[in-house]
């Protein structure tokens, strides 16, 4: 049988669709991009490219956790 069929008979979702469409619910995450700059220029690091940053845990996770004892009015 080819994979379509396989799919088609256990209703299985094409992985193709199921990618994209992850990728473009990640991509709505985007609009948080300047809500984030806010957040780390409230913390002294509005300068900080945190882009790359998830990679080291440790710094990420110090950012994380300044930002969450952040006093909000």
């Known amino acids: ?4 069929e396989l799919n088609d008979l256990y209703s299985s979702p094409n992985i193709v669709r199921v990618i994209k469409s992850r990728r473009m619910r990640g991509a709505g995450h985007v609009g948080w991009v300047d809500n ?21 845990r440790e ?13 909000v009015p």
């Open 1 to 4: 049988m080819h994979n379509e």
């Open 36 to 56: 984030i700059r806010v957040d780390l220029q409230q913390v002294g690091c509005g300068y900080m490219d945190w882009i790359g940053l998830p990679q080291d």
């Open 59 to 71: 710094r990420w996770w110090t950012l994380v956790t300044a930002v969450m004892n952040l006093r």
